[in-house]
């Protein structure tokens, strides 16, 4: 396991802080879960582009048909 040290304005910290209390759990802990999420979340590069490209040819696989004729 590897430690990040990070700099955050005070206000920040008091939120996260205020957070963490309020979910009965420590600061680092919060951070970890946030980060698990956000890591969760990500789209694999080109996955967007990929589904509109399969949608778009699905759409219009007839006239794709008859072009490639």
Same mark, same amino acid.
């Given at each position: 396991?590897?430690?990040?040290?990070?700099?955050?304005?005070?206000?920040?910290? %008091?939120?996260?802080?205020?957070?963490?209390? %309020?979910? &009965? #759990?420590? #600061?680092a802990?919060?951070? %970890? $879960?946030?980060?698990?999420?956000?890591?969760?979340? =990500?789209?694999?590069? &080109?996955?967007?582009?990929?589904?509109?490209?399969?949608?778009?040819? $699905?759409?219009n %696989?007839e =006239?794709l048909?008859?072009?490639? $004729?």
């Open positions: 396991m590897s430690t990040v040290t990070l700099q955050l304005d005070d206000h920040k910290v %008091e939120k996260l802080a205020a957070a963490a209390r %309020e979910q &009965g #759990i420590e #600061i802990v919060l951070l %970890e $879960k946030l980060a698990d999420d956000f890591i969760a979340r =990500l789209k694999p590069a &080109g996955t967007d582009f990929k589904k509109a490209l399969a949608a778009s040819v $699905k759409e %696989e =006239l048909r008859r072009l490639a $004729k």
